[in-house]
Each structure stands twice: as C-alpha cells, then as structure tokens.
C-alpha cells in the first residue's frame, strides 16, 4: 500500500513538472554598431548624409541602415564624402563616389566640392558572386597634398533621388583609388555605403 502511494505522488510531481511553463527569456534587441571612417594610407573617407544621426531619419537593425528619402522631400536627399588626412603622405588622393548603374538611385551633379577637381566616371568590376557590376559616379581629387597638415578635411557633396517612378531603393558607395585601391564592401559599419529607401508616408 505504502509503495502504491509513492508511485502515484511520484507520477503526480512528474506530471506537475511536466505542466511547468518553460522560462521565457527575454529579447534583447541587437546593438546597432555605428560607422567609422574607412581607413587608408595617409587619409580615412566616410559617407554622411542629412540628419545623419537622426534617429528618425532611417531604420536600422543590427549592421545596417537605411535612410528615407520621404515624399516631404520631393524624395531627395544630400550625400557627403568626407575625406580626412591622417597621417604624413606624398601623394595627392582620388576617390570615387559611385552606384550600380542600373540601379534605382539617380546622382545629381555635385552641389558642393570644397577643393580639387572631378570628372564622371563609368568603370566595371568583378564582384564576389562571380558577375560583372557595372559601376558609375564621379571621380574625385581633393587637394590634400603633402603641404597639407594632418586633420585636414575635403569635402564633395551631391544629391540622391530615385531614378524612375516605382524605385524604392538603391546605395551610394564610396573609395580610394589613389594611392591604393580599397573599394567598398557595401557594408554600413564600414564607413564607406549608404543605403536609401523610398518612404510615401513622410
């Protein structure tokens, strides 16, 4: 009779256990990790854009961005290469800042180029899913050459907006291509791309 009793009250933990609801844990939302400038001999370059750190300015999550180009807006917004010299060079930079030629992002001439010269450019590069990306944009020398002192800034400013109706999004890249080439890897965090989002509601 005693091992009767014992065997039900065993059976009957077992189930109450069994009937325990599972610890919830808690989500907890992926840090978002800003972006730094992109680093290269002699110069770091990034690329801003308006209301850059505005937290309603774009959606974000884990390591990327995206910025709204909102209807109040007429859909346009400003992007900024900035270049910084860091360090002791004897060679005067180039840049390009550039998008897929196909893509749904439309450049405007430069608005604002505080020194040096550019020129458009179009050029093709091998991409890592083993196709031809056909690239466009512009050229860029600032004139941050040997004379100039460490800290010092260039800028090269355009506008964004899509390129036909019924495009809802699209990137700015940008790179060093003197004195060596460092192209961007289309990574936000990285310093060097945009992405941009067409947004009706704002």
Known sequence: ??????????????????????????????PFVEAAPRAGPGFSWQLETTAYSTPTEYYSSG???????????????SVTLKVTKTGASNVIPRFHIYKEAYSCLAFSDPVAVSSGFYEPVSWRRYAWDDSWKDLNGYAWTPLLDADSAVGSVATFTLNVYPARNGCLQGAVMAAMDTPVAIPSVNNFTDGDYLEFVVDTSL
């Open 1 to 30: 009779m005693q091992r009767l009793i014992f065997l039900v009250l065993a059976a009957l933990a077992i189930s109450l256990t069994g009937c325990r609801k599972k610890r919830v844990e808690p989500v907890v939302p992926e």
């Open 63 to 77: 390591f990327s961005r995206q910025y709204f180009l909102k209807g109040s807006d007429q859909y346009v917004r």
